[in-house]
């Protein structure tokens, strides 16, 4: 699943080690390499992503990170739902 698990547990125990801008980067190449290898990626890497891209402030790729999520994993539905009603303000 590449370096999401392990930058996601950085975040929240060494936070200020990785900027919101080196996260979207290194979860880009984990999605180029999960397309080109045509593997799935996991559960909320693309919500963690759209969280990024929000607090970047590029709301357009938020909104359709978070709709992604909702629509490879439709059990996130209320909760993406929220999100984007949230970004949409």
Do not use: C
Not at 29 to 38: G, P, V
Not at 62 to 84: C, H, N, V
């Amino acid at each position: 699943w590449g370096s999401y698990e392990n930058m996601v547990y950085e975040s929240y125990h060494e936070p200020g080690k990785h900027t919101s801008l080196s996260q979207i980067i290194t979860m880009e190449k984990d999605l180029e390499k999960a397309r080109a290898a045509n593997k799935t990626l996991p559960p909320g890497h693309y919500a963690h992503l759209g969280y990024l891209y929000f607090q970047s402030g590029q709301l357009d790729k938020a909104l359709t990170a978070l709709q992604t999520e909702k629509t490879i994993f439709p059990e996130s539905t209320i909760y993406m739902d929220r999100l984007i009603a949230q970004i949409k303000k």
